[in-house]
């Protein structure tokens, strides 16, 4: 694993997801009520975007057939995906917006 800059605190919604691509993987960075997660930018079910998803607690909704992925775990609460999608540990290191948002890559996929 390796700490990656993704983007800025500031880059983020309140609440909400945004794609970054960090070291040929494309990650979905999310703000939710309870932190930040990180979570591979593609549903297990499908080749789509999870970032263009809805995020409600600590989950995000695939927006092309409704299933939910817990972003603490990658796995998914509801049918039809039924792979977990890989997430990956997050730090915020730096104060107020212009903090960074550091994530762990893996060296291999
Ligand atoms: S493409 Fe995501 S649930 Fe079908």
Do not use: Y
């Not at 909400?16 to 979905?28: C, L």
């Not at 960075?29 to 995020?55: M, Q």
Request: net charge negative.
């Amino acid at each position: 694993m390796t700490a990656v800059r993704a983007c800025s605190l500031a880059d983020l919604p309140g609440v909400g997801a945004i794609r970054v691509v960090v070291d040929g993987w494309n990650v979905a960075v999310v703000s939710t009520v309870e932190g930040v997660f990180a979570i591979e930018d593609r549903c297990s079910h499908a080749d789509v975007a999870l970032s263009e998803g809805d995020v409600d607690g600590c989950t995000i909704e695939c927006w092309l057939h409704g299933s939910q992925f817990d972003l603490r775990t990658g796995e998914p609460l509801s049918l039809p995906a039924n792979k977990p999608v890989p997430v990956f540990p997050v730090a915020v290191e730096g104060e107020g917006p212009s903090a960074d948002i550091m994530i762990d890559i893996p060296e291999t996929r």
